[in-house]
Every structure is written in C-alpha cells, then in structure tokens.
C-alpha cells in the first residue's frame, strides 16, 4: 500500500466521525415530575418532533422522577453540558440568574390567566433572553405552565395569624424565604424530593405548591389542608445547554426553538386537565380545600416585593400594564 493511500485510510475513519457529531445531537432531558405528568408528556412530544423532523439526527430520551438529581443539581449540570436539556421552576434559577426574580415575586401576577398572557408576550420573551445572556452557559426557549401555588399544611390554616411559626417547605430561593417569614411562618429550603419524608417525620409542618404536585409527590398523605393563597404563580423555563446549543447548525436550533414554543402551548391544557382532575382527586382523599382572604397575605409580602422590585419597578410597571 502506498503512504499516500495509507494516510487516506487512517484520516477517513475521522473525518467521517467529525461529519458525524457534527450533525448529530443526543438530548438527556433531566424532569423532577413522574412520567404522565402535563410538562413531562408535553416534552417527550417536543422530543419525538425533534427525532422526526430532523431525520433521527437529533435524539431525544426523558429522564423523569428526578432520577438525574434535584433541580438544583440539574441546572448546574446543564451548565456543564453533561445534562444538555431540562424543565426547572423559576423559583431555582432566582439565585443563578437574579433577574428571573420578577417573576418569582409573590403575588406579582393578578391571577393564573395574566401569567400566561405574559409568558407569551415579549416581557416573557424578554426573561428567557435574561437566562441565555447571563454568564450561565443555558439557552432557555420556552415557559411550561406550573400552575397557582398554595399552602398546605398538617394542621389548618384559616387565617394568616395560623401560620405563626409553622416550619413551611419553599424553594432554595431566599426570596422564598423571606416571603414566607413575611406572612409569619417559618420558611425551610428543601429539595423536592425530601419534601415528602419531611413532613411525614415533622422536620416540616406544610409546604406550598399547585393541586398536581401536592397529589404527584403524595405530600397529601400527610398534609390534609390546602389554604387557598395564591401567592406564587411560578412558569418554569425549559432550557438546553449551550454546550450542546452551540453544536447545533442554524436549522437545528431553529426546529427546537419551534417545538418548544408548541410544547409550551400544548402543556397548557394538559395542565388544566390534570389540575381539575387533581382537585377531585384530592379532594376525594380527604383533602380540604381552605377558602381564604388573600388581602392580608398580600399586604404581609409588600415589603418583599419593595426589597426584590426595586431593581424592576419598571418591568413591574409594564407587568401590572398587560390586560
Ligand atoms: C413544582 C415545580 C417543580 C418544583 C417543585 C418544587 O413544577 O419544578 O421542583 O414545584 O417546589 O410545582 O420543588
């Protein structure tokens, strides 16, 4: 054989193998809900339009039930790339990206419905464009729907005053911290895994999320009352990699960054269905559901939102703007 050809046949295997990862994008999608949960179902869609339309070059596998970490953990690996896709609450990007606080703010949205219309407008586009500028290495290219947070508890809250001292689960975030110390009881950051154990042991005293996640993670089992407060609503950015973004050609980012605009609009009537069914569900496992006047809980958390909002007062502005 000659050198020439030698060369020729040692540099091909390469060169094929170059072409090859060029175009090729494997995709670990890291979900702390289990599987048939509405963002969870709405992603493996997302996943099995990417594996269609680019020909299997882009695949696609769900990793559900937070097998690849706690939410925390999942955003730092997207950083690095060994995770190269997830769905995170907002409430966990706060102390990465601080301009996500917004958001985070409780009782910064009117209702459920002024969320959404935000999300899809340009203050929405206008946050996931904070999380990819900042320094944390993350593309984020759509909002899931996580519904109305409220507390639930093992002894009832009634009024805001019934919630002096009690231990309440919130995200690693101080701004939830601080919110919960505002209307009087005594905020914890936990994962959410260790949430259930928790409250079982009574290291907690409640925790506060949607009707889907009090059911999903069976905090229900040991928390039987669910006060109506409204104080967060938290969207939850799904966000890739830049690691992995940064691979992709031109087409390729822009397909996702069309199924994920499509996942975000399909989450959302699952997420009306599963919340309704929850609700029954709930309620029909002895769940009570707690009506009450959410004046006092909003005025207990002005001072957090005049600490968190000062540097938005603005986009605040612009917010509480948007009919
Ligand atoms: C749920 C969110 C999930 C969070 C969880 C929590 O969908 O992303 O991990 O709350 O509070 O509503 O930990």
Redesign the pocket.
């Known amino acids: 054989m000659t050198f020439k050809r030698k060369l020729l046949l040692a540099v091909l295997p390469l060169a094929i193998s170059l072409s090859a990862t060029a175009a090729e994008v494997k995709i670990k999608f890291a979900e702390?809900?289990p599987a048939g949960y509405p963002t969870v179902v709405a992603e493996e869609n997302m996943g099995k339009k990417l594996k269609e339309a680019s020909n299997g070059e882009i695949t696609f596998q769900m990793f559900a039930g937070g097998v690849l970490g706690s939410?925390k953990e999942v955003v730092e690996q997207v950083q690095i790339g060994a995770v190269q896709m997830a769905r995170?609450?907002l409430?966990i990007v706060g102390p990465v990206v601080p301009d996500v606080n917004v958001f985070n703010m409780p009782f910064v949205f009117r209702d459920h419905a002024h969320m959404r219309k935000i999300i899809d407008g340009e203050i929405g586009q206008e946050i996931l464009d904070k999380i990819t500028n900042s320094e944390f290495n993350m593309v984020a290219l759509a909002w899931m729907d996580?519904g109305t947070r409220n507390i639930y508890t093992k002894k009832p809250v009634r009024k805001i005053e019934d919630l002096k001292g009690m231990k309440i689960r919130v995200?690693g975030n101080p701004l939830f911290i601080d919110m919960m110390n505002a209307m009087g009881g005594n905020g914890i950051a936990m994962d959410?895994g260790e949430i259930f154990s928790a409250l079982q042991t009574g290291v907690i005293d409640g925790a506060e999320?949607?009707p889907p996640?009090l059911l999903e993670h069976n905090h229900f089992q040991s928390a039987k009352y669910y006060t109506l407060t409204g104080h967060l609503i938290l969207p939850?950015p799904v966000v890739i990699s830049k690691t992995t973004w940064n691979k992709m050609t031109p087409d390729q980012q822009a397909l996702l960054k069309k199924v994920a605009r499509e996942a975000q609009m399909e989450e959302r009537a699952l997420w009306d269905a599963k919340s309704a069914a929850s609700e029954e569900k709930l309620k029909a496992a002895g769940v009570e559901f707690i009506t009450v006047d959410k004046k006092p809980f909003f005025d207990a958390t002005a001072p957090v939102r005049e600490k968190y909002g000062a540097p938005y007062a603005d986009l605040m502005k612009r917010i509480a703007a948007v009919q």
């Open positions: 702390i809900h939410e995170v609450s409430g996580g995200q959410t999320n949607n996640t939850e």
